[in-house]
T-cell receptor, first 113, second 115 residues
Framework: DQQVKQNSPSLSVQEGRISILNCDYT??????FLWYKKYPAEGPTFLIS?????DKNEDGRFTVFLNKSAKHLSLHIVPSQPGDSAVYFC????????????FGGGTRLMVKP | ETGVTQSPTHLIKTRGQQVTLRCSSQ?????VSWYQQALGQGPQFIFQ???????GRGNFPPRFSGLQFPNYSSELNVNALELDDSALYLC??????????????FGAGTRLSVL
């Protein structure tokens, strides 16, 4: 039973264009959502997060949108750069759950020069 | 400020053996979580330690056990290794502070191969 799903295993985008990565969840108790980026041979690096009381959070080129009614979130990267090429994981946690993170399966983003 | 460090980076064991993986948390963090990442999948929560006590556990058998020390470093022990235990084991640390509490910072992981 996958509570967090990333349905696109890979995404290819041209440099300078927008990258949109999607994530769906099923557990209504999730109240905090995070995106991590992972390069080969490195651990996941925290990118951006959003609380369930918000529907948008922005940090530089990265924006996360949350649609609670659809149980869907997305990460927008504008403009995309070749250095953004990595695997992106969506993760969710429920308040009081001791920070246990439930991860999606990841989306590999390739940004072509 | 030092980040999360894990040792060793790679490990090869045979089925039935026992293994201990180590993690030093980021400075100022008192909570450590362990995750298992199988090839091609997202990380799966094993357990978390807060102030030396287990503070949540995922769907892993009892042969996966852990410890947290007074300096907040941690160990993951796996007994009776099985082939399916081959994976990347990730350690993450976090502060127990409102607002920052849910941000976990990860180490580079230990790649375990069970033959």
């Amino acid at each position: 039973d996958q509570q967090v799903k990333q349905n696109s295993p890979s995404l290819s985008v041209q440099e300078g264009r927008i990258s949109i990565l999607n994530c769906d969840y099923t557990n209504s108790m999730f109240d905090y959502f995070l995106w991590y980026k992972k390069y080969p041979a490195e651990g996941p690096t925290f990118l951006i997060s959003i609380s369930s009381i918000k529907d948008k959070n922005e940090d530089g080129r990265f924006t996360v949108f949350l649609n609670k009614s659809a149980k869907h979130l997305s990460l927008h990267i504008v403009p995309s750069q070749p250095g953004d090429s990595a695997v992106y994981f969506c993760a969710a946690s429920a308040g009081g759950a001791g920070n246990m993170l439930t991860f999606g399966g990841g989306t590999r983003l390739m940004v072509k020069p | 400020e030092t980040g999360v460090t894990q040792s060793p980076t790679h490990l090869i064991k045979t089925r039935g053996q026992q293994v201990t993986l180590r993690c030093s948390s980021q400075s100022g963090h008192n909570t450590v979580s362990w995750y298992q990442q199988a090839l091609g999948q997202g990380p799966q929560f094993i357990f978390q330690y807060y102030r030396e006590e287990e503070n949540g556990r995922g769907n892993f058998p009892p042969r996966f056990s852990g410890l947290q020390f007074p300096n907040y470093s941690s160990e993951l022990n796996v007994n009776a290794l099985e082939l399916d235990d081959s994976a990347l084991y990730l350690c993450a640390s976090s502060q127990d502070r409102v607002g920052a509490k849910n941000i976990q910072y990860f180490g580079a992981g230990t790649r375990l191969s069970v033959l």
